[in-house]
């Protein structure tokens, strides 16, 4: 993945896109932080999730610059948004997460609330990257429910 940011940082360089390459130059420094802080080359796997990361916070940042009345910078961190969940793998629709969910609690014979954590830690691994966490917990409870 460093590989693939480093190539677009110079097509956006080339390009003169100054929003992508601040971006881009973002994300690639926070991978690094990341190996640095690890000792070893990041996975793909640990990639994502420091993408998402960087997405939950400019997301949360979004909101309180525009509590404040500040929409030129939450405009700005929309744009860098964007670049960030393009190297995020394909995320899956409500329909497709609440199919995983109910074959999920199939397989593992789920009787109801108590077993959101067996639930949960199976589809956590199996749809990393693809689904938001409070997203997926949420419909874990739903479904959890109407047994």
């Known amino acids: 993945m460093k590989e693939k940011i480093s190539n677009d940082i110079k097509e956006a360089m080339k390009s003169k896109d100054t929003v992508r390459l601040s971006a881009l130059r973002m994300i690639l420094a926070e991978l690094v932080n990341k190996e640095k802080e690890k000792g070893i080359p990041v996975t793909e796997e640990q990639a994502v999730q420091v993408l998402q990361s960087m997405v939950r916070k400019r997301k949360d940042a979004i909101e309180q610059f525009r509590a404040a009345g500040r929409h030129d910078l939450a ?54 990257g693809r689904v938001s966490g409070s997203v997926l917990s949420s419909i874990v409870k739903e479904e959890l429910q109407k047994l």
């Open 75 to 128: 405009d700005k961190e929309t744009a860098e948004v964007a670049v960030i969940q393009s190297y995020l793998p394909e995320q899956l629709s409500e329909d497709e997460i609440r199919t995983h969910v109910r074959t999920a609690i199939a397989e593992l014979h789920a009787h109801g609330p108590k077993d959101m954590g067996k639930v949960m830690g199976m589809l956590t691994k199996k749809l990393a």
